[in-house]
DNA sequence: CGTGTGATTGACGCCTGTCAACGTCTGTGG
DNA sequence: CCACAGACGTTGACAGGCGTCAATCACACG
């Protein structure tokens, strides 16, 4: 357990859910949340787990992976400061469809789900909203479905690069903030290690990116935008 | 315009979202629902649309797919009696991710946004329900995902037809009772038409499966099981 | 300095997509 | 009633993308 964060307080709230919620609302709220740090490599729920409650990412990043056959991962999607993680779960009444590991250090707030139920009754902006976050993500989800059933490896890995430089951003120096194995690239687009090895390789030839060990700045958008036959 | 459907009365609300409706509020959404039967081939709203109200299938087979590069068609899903399309689009605010288009002659009742969003701020029990449903069908994308990144085309198709009779039911001698093209059959596991043909071939061959045309019968459940690695 | 994790490169071959040709069936119009 | 068009299904040939295996390198850490 960290220093406790005030949603009222809480610079990310603005991103988030929480922000349809009142002011006596989220001073209550602080009562029944914890807040903790997470490590990278830290796992904050498995797949099949039956989840308690959701958790609001204050800071840092985490990957939400599914585990196939012979334990490949599969990365659904990456959770960053303002997203909130395991509501699917917790609102279908499922157990986890996910496992959750920390890909960055991580603050995460948890909301035990018995609050959160409360919250959805008496609150209708605030389902609204979740609903609002559920359907996007199910549209993104199938976006996402149709590039992996459709597209080339290399084509994916293009617009995977893409992607990561429009949600996680590029630091100072033009690389992308977030920073991952070529293992962990290869379980987001579905493929190899050794392949996107080799295709960043050629990536770095055609001179789309650079790549300083596990960083890569990406230099000609429109060539992987192209490579990635987006328009 | 088909004789109009009463909520109250239909056979299938049980199963929708409809059925945690007041009778009240359900004579209510009957005075401003609109019931139509499509045709097969008939499209109900295309990709990009911004759609005006979802759709509550009340008999039928609608097909969501989104379109990619060359024209290719991604079968997202199914709907059937019961199940609504069209939601995602009016509650993310987004334009449809998908295109809907009738595999088996269909009746829908369509519901304007502005009447569902009533519904949503003044029945806290059909939010939560909307939700429900929402964040389930997001699990099945998210394992449909994995499913397609991960697994072989043979292993897709073998889970693909066990889904197609788990979903859809077979008829009283055992062929699958969703009728579907080669075509449409590729599409859903996002695979080519000749590869299906070659596969659906051999697990005649195997006698996993009986072939009549367009209709299939599963023969060997456990068959299937094992050559999609399911367990 | 040994150990372990991650990155890289090469060899190899199979799965699967593409192209082309042909067969089958159904509905339509003359 | 027949001819024809068009959609769908089938089969074969072929090539190349990409996964797998194995060996080696780079680097960090106890």
């Known amino acids: 357990m960290i220093r406790p964060i005030k949603c009222r307080d809480c610079d990310v709230v603005s991103k988030t859910i929480i922000k349809n919620l009142s002011d006596e609302e989220k001073d209550k709220l602080d009562l029944d949340k914890a807040c903790n740090l997470y490590k990278r490599g830290a796992i904050v729920y498995h797949e099949g787990n039956r989840l308690?409650?959701?958790?609001?990412?204050?800071?840092?990043?985490?990957k939400l992976f599914k585990t196939g056959v012979e334990g490949r991962e599969q990365i659904i999607r990456f959770a960053k400061e303002g997203d909130v993680i395991g509501y699917r779960s917790i609102l279908s009444e499922e157990v986890a469809c996910t496992s959750a590991?920390?890909?960055?250090?991580?603050?995460l707030c948890f909301i035990p789900s018995d609050k959160l139920f409360n919250l959805l009754k008496k609150n209708s902006d605030f389902s609204l909203e979740l609903l609002h976050m559920a359907c996007k993500e199910l549209g993104e989800s199938n976006s996402f479905l149709a590039e992996i059933a459709q597209k080339s490896v290399r084509e994916r890995l293009a617009e995977a690069l893409l992607?990561?430089?429009?949600?996680?951003?590029?630091?100072?120096?033009?690389?992308?903030?977030?920073?991952?194995?070529?293992?962990?690239?290869?379980?987001?687009?579905g493929t190899a290690t050794e392949s996107v090895i080799r295709l960043l390789s050629e990536f770095k030839d055609d001179n789309f990116i650079?790549?300083?060990?596990?960083?890569?700045?990406?230099?000609?958008?429109?060539g992987l935008k192209r490579t990635a036959n987006l328009f």
């Open 52 to 62: 308690s409650g959701i958790f609001c990412v204050n800071s840092g990043i985490v």
């Open 163 to 189: 992607l990561l430089k429009t949600n996680f951003g590029a630091d100072e120096n033009g690389y992308l903030k977030i920073n991952l194995t070529r293992e962990e690239l290869a379980n987001l687009i």
């Open 210 to 222: 650079e790549i300083q060990g596990r960083k890569i700045k990406l230099i000609d958008l429109a």
């Open 101 to 107: 590991k920390v890909v960055e250090d991580a603050i």
